[in-house]
């Protein structure tokens, strides 16, 4: 694995293996990497000649600043566990390699309703932090596709609002939620959870599939709050939200009629870490 700090360098290099037909998949993280972060490198590299991935803790997505003091950084074990996994290029650029012009942005990225609701609402600017950083990176690697987890919904929908706004000729590819054995979805803040938060935490997940065992069976409302409340008695101190939404334009839902492709989505906070999940209701 070629480890680059700067973003000249990587990007000469990508003009070398283009110029011999390579296909370039890219996963952008932010470390402390788990077995989801990995299997995306394992479909980028069943999909495409090389594999670029990237590692930068992105101040400008953090809404909280505690957030990202505390992000958790594994950078020794996680440059282990991608050459492990195959990975072709890692991206380890500075703060100033990504922001030489300094943290605030002109661009403002129009990302519609997206940004006032669910993350967008509970966490102001956090999406346009994202954009700015994908959009530089994407710039920067200017991969055929871009591979990125399915646990971030709606980060998701947001990227793939930029890549056509901005115009850019890369595939995204959504990577399924990977679970521990208990149904927690894989997550780097996992770590900061203490030992009794993290028996705790698969509550969130139960909920969601709750909320998928009974869609048919009950009204929207009652089976939200059934799940609020199976998060609250798990000891979880806030629930930002449990929404059942269209699972095409994120908008809540009031009915079903089973007819509508559904997603059930929730963030609460245990032991002060900000968890999130979805499950699609097929
Ligand atoms: O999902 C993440 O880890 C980050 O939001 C991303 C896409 C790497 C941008 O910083």
């Known amino acids: 694995m070629i480890i680059f700090k700067h973003a000249k ?31 995306l490198v394992t479909q980028s590299k069943t999909t495409c000649a090389s594999t670029v991935c990237s590692i930068f803790v992105n101040p400008t997505q953090f809404n909280d ?65 994202v954009c700015q950083v994908v959009h530089t990176l994407l710039s920067i690697v200017t991969p055929d596709y871009i591979f990125l987890g399915q646990k971030d919904y ?4 947001v990227i793939q609002k930029l890549i056509q706004q901005v115009g850019l000729p890369v595939v995204l590819k959504a990577g399924e ?17 203490t030992n009794s938060g993290r028996q705790n935490a698969t509550a969130i997940y139960k909920a969601l599939i709750h909320i998928k065992t009974n869609i048919n069976a009950m009204a929207i409302e009652p089976l939200k709050l059934d799940a ?11 629930i930002d939200y449990v929404e059942i939404c ?4 994120l908008l809540p839902l009031k009915t079903t009629n089973g007819k509508v492709r559904t997603v059930a989505l929730a963030a609460a906070f245990l032991d002060g870490v900000r968890l999130i999940d979805n499950v699609i209701i097929a």
């Open 228 to 238: 609020m409340e199976i998060i609250k008695r798990a000891g979880f101190a806030e």
């Open 246 to 249: 269209d699972a095409t334009t």
């Open 154 to 157: 709606q980060q998701c929908m």
């Open 65 to 129: 600043p505690k957030d990202f003091e505390k992000y958790p950084v594994t950078i020794e074990n996680d440059i282990l566990l991608l050459e492990r996994a195959g990975t072709d290029v890692l991206f380890l650029p500075s703060v100033t390699e990504i922001y030489p012009a300094g943290l605030t942005s002109s661009i403002h990225y129009d990302l519609g309703n997206l940004e006032n609701i669910l993350e967008g609402f509970y966490r102001p600017g956090h999406f346009q932090g």
């Open 9 to 39: 360098n990587l990007a000469d290099y990508i003009l070398t293996l283009k110029a011999k037909g390579q296909t370039i998949g890219f996963v952008p993280t932010m470390g402390a990497l788990h077995q989801g972060h990995l299997s």
């Open 177 to 193: 939620t990977l679970r521990e054995p208990d149904g927690l979805a894989m997550s780097s803040r996992n770590l900061r959870l």
